[in-house]
């Protein structure tokens, strides 16, 4: 299943994504959904902060008998002039805002980071094997 949806170019992006990640995984375990929109948050508030609209996220949930659950969120925008980072970077204990990227390492198998004028793409992977629980246990 895809989900693709336009995102308001606007503090509230992070919302609207977390909405549209929650809607795109209905009945998915809950911790794997609370990593996924919180990836989603963070990768919209990255578009809206740095980037130019117009603001899509992409939520595409697949079912893989090798792995369980892949989940790839994307979030592209208009561009920005800025190049994106080689690794994400914490920001000093004191800052306000910075660590989104490395809150999406943090839970992410993969991701990656485009920047550019024409465009910017922001994506992630997660994977989910379902614990297999044997009777009785």
């Not at 606007?10 to 209905?26: D, K, S």
């Not at 925008?77 to 943090?106: F, K, Y």
Request: glycine letters at 10%.
């Amino acid at each position: 299943m895809t989900l693709i949806t336009d995102l308001p170019y606007g503090p509230e992006a992070a919302e609207v994504a977390r909405g549209a990640v929650t809607l795109a995984l209905r009945g998915t375990e809950t911790d794997v959904l609370a990593d996924a929109r919180l990836i989603g948050s963070e990768l919209a508030t990255n578009a809206f902060v740095s980037g130019s609209p117009p603001l899509v996220l992409c939520v595409d949930r697949r079912s893989l008998a090798s792995v369980g659950l892949e989940i790839e969120i994307t979030v592209t925008d208009g561009g920005c002039s800025r190049p994106a980072p080689a690794s994400p970077t914490a920001p000093d204990d004191q800052a306000e805002s910075g660590r989104g990227l490395v809150i999406v390492d943090a839970l992410a198998d993969a991701w990656s980071l485009t920047t550019g004028t024409n465009g910017s793409r922001a994506w992630c992977r997660l994977t989910h094997r379902p614990c297999s629980s044997s009777p009785g246990a």
